[in-house]
């Protein structure tokens, strides 16, 4: 058994803002026996499966008030964490590695009970409820900001950026990008994370006839969600759900349109793209507002409320940009110089030192 690897669960789940840090750094761990907790009908099921052993708990999170849902969900905690230290213990596992959201509450639980160390990713500017209570057990919380460490002052914080997938580095430079788009045109693209934005699609669908009249093309990610899919058609108008090869997109994108979850701004950051940011304002406690500001304060982008932003006022921005080159290539400088390309590595380094601590 000297020679047996070092085994990690990785507690990731829901969307592309938790799986896909969580998958760049289990791919810097080569020489690690991965396993996964996640949920059940969640992204994982569809991602992780194909690379490493899914186990899955019927874990919920807590909603406003308390009644009798919260008994019935509070009694699905008590057995996720059971289930997970029988999974820890019959797996032999070393550590946890969580980034986040509800899954994170009993893994958490079971492996500082078990006294196995955690280490938990907080990709947002503003940590959520989980972080700040969990954040204090573990034994390091690695943030993709480090405006995050004054919310959590009782933890032991290491900054070190969100990882992004590998297609963002290295083997992404090279990759072509197989959409209809002339070389010479303006590209736009818009996109709402993994889930899709259905407000922010429709005011770009209101506001785009302008775009296409000077010239520029369109990249629609619309997501699987939207009532009014389909309904736009023009030449300079490509609508997507989703496209895989993001990284060759955001790269050609003469400027992106999207929310601010953490992920999509890596992703922006690390591909050097001006952004207009339009925050999710039913996200929890608005985080997402605060990722903006980040980029809106540093030169990477313009942020603008849902609530306030008109079709009118979102058609001349994005003109009044595309008509300033200068401008643009300001803004995608300020973005490369928010991004840490090797957030993985250090991600991995950390999460190395810890869990090898007592191995």
Known sequence: MANAPIKLLIAASGTGGHLFPAIALAEKLPDYEIEWLGVPNRLETQLVPKQYLLHTIAVEGFQQGFGLSSLRILGKLVSSILEVRRILKQGNFQGVFTTGGYI????VIAARSLGLPVVFHESNALPGKVTCFFG??????????AE????????????????V???FLDEGFNTPLDLAIPDAAPLIVVFGGSQGAVAVNKLVRQSAQA????GAYVVHLTGDRDPEANNLKHPQYIELPFYDNMAALLRRASLAISRSGAGSLTELAVCGTPAILIPYPF???DHQ???ADIFTKAGAALTFKQSELTAEILETQVLNLLRSPAELAKMAEKAKAIAVPDSAEKLASLVREIVELNF
């Open 211 to 214: 775009w296409f009249d000077a």
């Open 283 to 285: 996200a929890a406690e």
């Open 148 to 163: 995050a460490t004054k919310y959590l002052p009782r933890a032991k914080n290491v900054c070190v950026g969100t990882p």
């Open 104 to 107: 994170a509450g009993p893994a």
């Open 165 to 167: 997938r590998s297609q």
């Open 136 to 145: 204090p057990w573990c034994s390091a919380v690695a943030l993709g900001f």
């Open 289 to 291: 507002s605060y990722n």
